[in-house]
């Protein structure tokens, strides 16, 4: 008896760490209006989205700019799991991951920072919904990009500063775990960069997020959104000889601009999450 249930108990195990048979990246066509490009996700099984990129000042967005594909994926993949970490999963309503890159003959260029939103009907955004989303290096490890979160039915929004491979996943993890980890992260990202930064620029960033921190660990909330905030105005003020702030198709300089808002903006929506305990409208 117990060879049996270790059998079948192996057998479950190996269905959730495999990939789901017959799934394959899908190519997305985009269309480019100006400055924003969107694509229709159609795959298997009536799962469909709307993927939309706005750019702040770009350079070579045309239709062969970025490589787009859509993939479903298995909700138990524990690899998968394994990226995303303790706590956050992939819904199995939408079990999308979308990779978008640059294509070899890309000039694709922009400055700053993107937003991008995927709109889905397959998934409901219920009070307090831990959907949230994510945003990954190719293989590597999901980190919390959402700067925003809508209905109808769930429109997952955020700004980032490069590309590579996004889904939508939730996050059951305790709200007050995940702003530690983002004023790290963005401490992280100042610490990592701030060589490339001008260095008065660079002590006034330090002071508003110490300050937000401070915030924060006394909870004072509003103070706290404001200050992160303001950290993000002024990174986007001092964007371009104080900071780097451009990104470039194959190559280039650290966009580090864009780095440091798109960590501002997810951590302010955190914030503001847990202050309304509810997303922002």
């Known amino acids: 008896m117990k060879s049996r249930i270790s059998t079948v108990l192996f057998s479950v195990l190996l269905l959730f760490a495999s990939p789901m048979p017959g799934f394959a990246e899908t190519p997305l066509v985009p269309t480019i209006s100006g400055s924003e490009l969107t694509a229709r996700i159609d795959l298997a099984g009536g799962i469909a989205a709307d993927l939309t990129i706005t750019f702040e000042n770009v350079v070579g967005l045309n239709p062969g700019a970025l490589a787009l594909t859509a993939t479903t994926v298995n909700p138990g993949d524990l690899g998968l799991l394994a990226r995303l970490g303790s706590g956050v999963s992939i819904p199995a309503g939408f079990p999308v991951v ?6 070899a003959s890309s000039a694709l260029s922009f400055e700053g920072v993107y937003n991008l939103s995927l709109y889905t009907h397959n998934l409901t ?3 307090n919904s831990p959907l949230r989303l994510y945003r990954a290096p190719a293989g590597g490890a999901f980190s919390d990009m959402t700067g925003y979160l ?15 491979e996004f889904l939508i996943a939730a996050d059951t993890r305790a709200v007050d775990s995940v702003i530690v ?16 930064v001008s260095p008065a620029v660079a002590a006034d960033l330090q002071q508003r997020l110490n300050q937000a921190r401070a915030a924060y660990n006394t909870g004072a909330l509003a103070a706290a959104i404001d200050t992160v905030a303001a950290f993000g105005e002024e990174v986007k003020k001092q964007s371009g000889a104080a900071i780097p702030n451009v990104w470039r198709a194959n190559g280039g300089p650290t966009n580090v601009a864009g780095i440091l ?20 409208p």
């Open 98 to 103: 979308v990779r978008i890159e640059p294509t």
């Open 150 to 164: 809508q209905a109808g039915s769930v429109r997952a929004g955020g700004s980032g500063p490069g590309f590579s």
């Open 181 to 196: 980890g983002k004023f790290d992260a963005l401490q992280n990202h100042l610490n990592a960069n701030v060589g490339a």
């Open 261 to 280: 808002r798109s960590a501002a903006d997810t951590l302010k929506y955190s914030l503001v999450f847990k202050s309304n305990l509810t997303p922002l």
């Open 125 to 127: 955004l219920g009070a």
